[in-house]
């Protein structure tokens, strides 16, 4: 730690680690007394430490071709399919929001065990499997029981939203996958589309994130679609809806059936990654309840962020690769605990 005076301030430096992909340094500016920065110093080393077990070369020695090769799938499924890199995004979220970034989101329900896919965020919804499956038997044919699930969810997520035209961000790894799932913790914990603000703030809080924070993240549906029984009360119940959207897509989502109808949370730019989401909120056009919370004409807590991210398509994609690189690193298994499943959907023997 440096210390340095500067006039009635002092300016810190903590550092914790060796390089700048495994060391977390912060400068912090505080006037004495300052009750706060004892803990601020503390929580700044924290994340230092867990980035310290994480690296962008972690697989430099054992398994080299590892990045390449997940991108290159990604790429080509995004290809194929545009909306696979949002599902490819959205099974990233659902797996760091639940036990933190191991891939528990990936098992399988056995007679013996009980995994996070049949829970109501889940069931029916996530999906991408098959090109973490692909990938995942790649890599164990390139470098057998070497690169984690966990690690193939989080590059796999920067790539897709890259392919799409956002900004990738630098992937720490070395993270392991976990031998626990959470059923409840899936259903209590992953954020509902029917959630009001206060709801949506107070649970990215319990993942220590700031309400910026969140907002950043829910840009996520500037790509994607929804299943009809996720808008349906807003279509039909809601006011702060610009009617002409709400006719269309009723017209997709009627008011008894066609549960599973989808419609694209964007529908101006569905298939890139820009800031159409935002403008769209500005416009009364938030497909689900909890996207619209974020703007509420002008007089909302979060609405000076959504009217400045519907302006400026950089700042967004900056923040949103920041925000994404903090969720990728909540909680990691790392050194000997967990293990490296050689089959993403099962507990090895």
Known sequence: MFISPNNSSFNFLLICGKNPFDMAASFVSVSFPSFKFKYLLIFTCLIGIVSAQLSTKFYDKTCPKAVKTITKAVDEAVSTEPRMGASLLRLHFHDCFVQGCDASVLLDDTANFTGEKNSFPNANSLRGFEVIDNIKSALEELCPATVSCADILAVAASESVGALGGQRWNVPLGRRDSITASLSEANSDLPAPFLDLSGLITAFAKKNFTTEEMVT?????????????????????????????????????????????????????????DNAYYQNLVNLKGLVHSDQQLFVNGSG?????????????????????????????????????????????????
């Open 301 to 349: 807590i979060t609405d000076g962020q959504v009217s400045r991210y519907s302006r400026n398509l950089g700042n967004f994609k900056k923040d949103f690769s920041d925000a994404m690189l903090k969720m990728s690193m909540i909680t990691p298994l790392t050194g000997s605990d967990g293990q490296i499943r050689t089959n993403c959907h099962f507990i090895n023997a």
């Open 217 to 273: 993240l829910s840009g996520a549906h500037t790509i994607g679609q929804a299943r009809c029984i996720l808008f349906r009360n807003r279509i039909y119940n809601e006011t702060n809806i610009d009617s002409s959207y709400a006719a269309a897509l009723q017209a997709a989502c009627p008011f008894e059936g066609g549960d599973d109808n989808l419609s694209p949370f964007d529908t101006k730019t569905s298939a890139t990654f």
